[in-house]
């Protein structure tokens, strides 16, 4: 296998059972990590709604580096993406899927900041401190109103449509107007 991965080369849709590898993975590291993106909505809502094709995860600085030596250890490389950064980057292995690394620095309030001194986007305390549940096993995750507050600013898909949607319906969280799609 090569040192970097295209995301064909992992396309493997991220189920429950390899959600739960890695679950397994963080507390064999004692590492704490916040599940976001599709599978985090899907915590919330405690049910698979749709397909994933990776698992979205916050992470610390240290524990990202802990993180990543293990990965590697285990047979994880590089998926090239176009906004590779530091703070934001994909590993991946043919079995195992891929993992969507967003790195942030902790703050001293208890909540933590996505790119320090260049895009300095703030998740509170209370935003880290969802619980959700995936294929029955619960998990740390990402509030509803964080969710919901990170879903704008950008040109949002019909899974992202979909997810606030449910959100909405299981919450009775209010929406933005561009996170509404009409049917």
């Not at 909505?41 to 802990?66: F, K, M, P, Y």
């Not at 990543?68 to 950064?85: K, N, P």
């Not at 043919?94 to 996505?114: C, K, L, N, P």
């Not at 703030?122 to 995750?141: D, W």
Request: proline content about 1%; hydrophobic content about 40%.
């Amino acid at each position: 296998m090569s040192n970097l991965l295209t995301d064909c080369e992992c396309a493997t849709p991220m189920t429950a059972e390899m959600v739960h590898w890695f679950l397994d993975l963080f507390d064999e590291l004692g590492i704490e990590v916040w599940i976001d993106g599709g599978w985090g909505v899907d915590a919330l809502l405690g049910e698979c709604t749709r397909e994933h094709q990776d698992l979205d995860i916050i992470i610390s600085w240290e524990n990202s580096a802990i993180l990543t030596e293990a990965l590697f250890a285990r047979g994880f490389v590089d998926v090239h993406t176009d906004d590779r950064s530091d703070r934001n980057f994909v590993l991946g292995h043919q079995s195992h899927g891929m993992i969507d690394f967003h790195v942030v620095e902790r703050t001293e309030d208890g909540g933590a900041v996505y790119g320090p001194g260049e895009i300095d986007w703030f998740i509170s305390e209370s935003e880290l401190n969802a619980v959700g549940s995936i294929g029955g096993r619960e998990v740390q995750c990402l509030s509803v109103d964080y969710q919901v507050r990170s879903h704008s600013g950008y040109t949002l898909q019909d899974t992202d449509f979909a997810d606030m949607r449910a959100l909405r319906e299981k919450y009775g969280v209010a929406l933005l107007a561009e996170q509404i799609k009409e049917e």
